[in-house]
């Protein structure tokens, strides 16, 4: 809903009309303002969190008085048809087979490694790492230094993710993996939408994308950059083919 709000907002300029199309364009102002706070501002992530509460607070307190319609009933009607059936079988999942699956399953490296970063991000600035001025619990990690720099903006996402207390930070990654399989399941509809101009075929083929081996592949091997980024590369295919359209 975040991703939606922050994308409404600015929608008009940029001629996004449909809800699915705002929710992935604000998660792309969200990831390019995200980048600029953390790793050029140097700001905290905890400084962060503040700003991004208090930034959608008031772009829903503005669109009330300017009355910009949110069409929140769309929203949610628009995006359960998605988020119910993949947040279902993958749910289903890790409670089948439990923490042994969701924390050693697949590439436990990279897994680990990512979190690692994540959790490092969560307690210091980039400048700190920068300056290699990193908390003495840190210091036995083999190449830390060079790690930090290793698809950082995708374990800073995470890193906020991991704000979440009440949630197992292993649980917590399988949770951040399935969000983004969703809004990747929104983009492909896009595109296929665009392609065949026909509703529930473009449905039924962006579900299926979600339970395919390539999706459920990057998925268990911990690919977190690859499903991070698969949305903004999904959304550039869709426009390009409206751009094409319009030549």
Same mark, same amino acid.
């Given at each position: 809903?975040?991703?939606?709000?922050?994308?409404?907002?600015?929608?008009?300029?940029?001629?996004?009309?449909?809800?699915?199309?705002?929710?992935?364009?604000?998660?792309?102002?969200? /990831?390019?303002?995200?980048?600029?706070?953390?790793?050029?501002?140097?700001?905290?992530?905890?400084?962060? !969190?503040?700003?991004?509460?208090?930034?959608?607070?008031?772009?829903?307190?503005?669109?009330?008085?300017?009355? !910009?319609?949110?069409?929140?009933?769309?929203?949610?009607?628009?995006?359960?048809?998605?988020?119910?059936?993949?947040?279902?079988?993958?749910?289903? /999942?890790?409670?089948?087979?439990? +923490?042994?699956?969701? /924390?050693?399953?697949?590439?436990?490296?990279?897994?680990?490694?990512?979190?690692?970063?994540?959790?490092?991000?969560?307690?210091? *600035?980039?400048?700190?790492?920068?300056?290699?001025?990193?908390?003495?619990?840190?210091?036995?990690?083999?190449?830390?230094?060079?790690?930090?720099?290793?698809?950082?903006?995708?374990?800073?996402?995470?890193?906020?993710?991991?704000?979440?207390? *009440?949630?197992?930070?292993?649980?917590?990654?399988?949770?951040?993996? !399935?969000?983004?399989?969703?809004? *990747?399941?929104?983009?492909?509809?896009?595109?296929?939408?665009?392609?065949?101009?026909?509703?529930?075929?473009?449905?039924?083929?962006?579900?299926?994308?979600?339970?395919?081996?390539?999706?459920?592949?990057?998925? +268990?091997? +911990?690919?977190?950059?690859?499903? /991070?980024?698969?949305?903004?590369?999904?959304?550039?295919?869709?426009?390009?083919?409206?751009?094409?359209?319009?030549?």
């Amino acid at each position: 809903f975040s991703f939606y709000v922050i994308g409404n907002s600015s929608s008009k300029y940029f001629s996004f009309h449909n809800s699915l199309q705002k929710i992935i364009f604000g998660f792309c102002i969200f /990831v390019i303002v995200n980048y600029f706070l953390y790793f050029v501002f140097f700001l905290q992530t905890s400084l962060i !969190i503040i700003f991004w509460s208090v930034v959608i607070l008031i772009l829903v307190f503005l669109s009330s008085i300017f009355e !910009i319609n949110l069409k929140i009933k769309n929203f949610f009607k628009e995006t359960y048809l998605f988020l119910f059936p993949i947040t279902f079988f993958y749910s289903l /999942v890790l409670i089948i087979y439990g +923490e042994q699956f969701y /924390v050693f399953r697949g590439n436990h490296w990279d897994l680990f490694s990512y979190l690692s970063l994540a959790s490092l991000f969560n307690e210091v *600035s980039f400048k700190d790492i920068i300056d290699q001025d990193f908390p003495s619990h840190y210091l036995h990690f083999q190449n830390i230094e060079s790690l930090s720099y290793s698809r950082p903006l995708t374990s800073f996402l995470l890193g906020l993710f991991l704000n979440i207390k *009440s949630i197992d930070i292993f649980l917590s990654v399988s949770l951040f993996k !399935i969000i983004f399989i969703i809004i *990747s399941s929104l983009s492909i509809y896009l595109f296929f939408f665009k392609l065949f101009k026909k509703k529930y075929p473009s449905y039924f083929l962006s579900i299926s994308f979600t339970f395919s081996f390539w999706l459920i592949y990057i998925y +268990e091997i +911990e690919a977190l950059s690859h499903i /991070v980024s698969l949305p903004i590369f999904l959304l550039l295919l869709s426009e390009m083919i409206k751009f094409n359209d319009n030549l």
